[in-house]
């Protein structure tokens, strides 16, 4: 088991820049996949980036944009988010797949308006 806690979200005028943060409750170095979902108002739940053994993966809409990135030492996952567009407005969760199980933060607002 594992509990997460994500952090970093508020309200950015488009093409700024916010970094969210998911701290775990256990080591991570053992967790088989960790990411960032998003869901916006009226849509489904979708994958924005992952780490999983060996590979990192983006959507299309956030590539060149967003960076994932981990510290082991702190047991936490970050995600950085430049350029951001309305369109990235979403509730923010962290994601961490334990042996085919999925565990879920309680998720981060960003909101992309001026």
């Known amino acids: 088991q594992v509990q997460l806690v994500e952090s970093g979200g508020g309200l950015v005028q488009p093409g700024g820049s916010l970094r969210l943060s998911c701290a775990a409750s256990?080591?991570?170095?053992?967790?088989?996949?960790m990411g960032w979902y998003r869901q916006a108002p009226g849509k489904e739940r979708e994958l924005v980036a992952s780490?999983?053994?060996?590979?990192?993966t983006y959507a299309d809409s956030v590539k060149g944009r967003f960076t994932i990135s981990k510290d082991n030492a702190k047991n936490t996952v970050y995600l950085q988010m430049n350029s951001l567009k309305p369109e990235d407005t979403a509730v923010y969760y962290c994601n961490a797949n334990i042996w085919g199980i999925d565990y879920w933060g309680e998720g981060t607002l960003v909101t992309v308006s001026s």
């Open positions: 256990r080591t991570i170095l053992s967790i088989n996949a």
């Open positions: 780490f999983t053994t060996g590979r990192v």
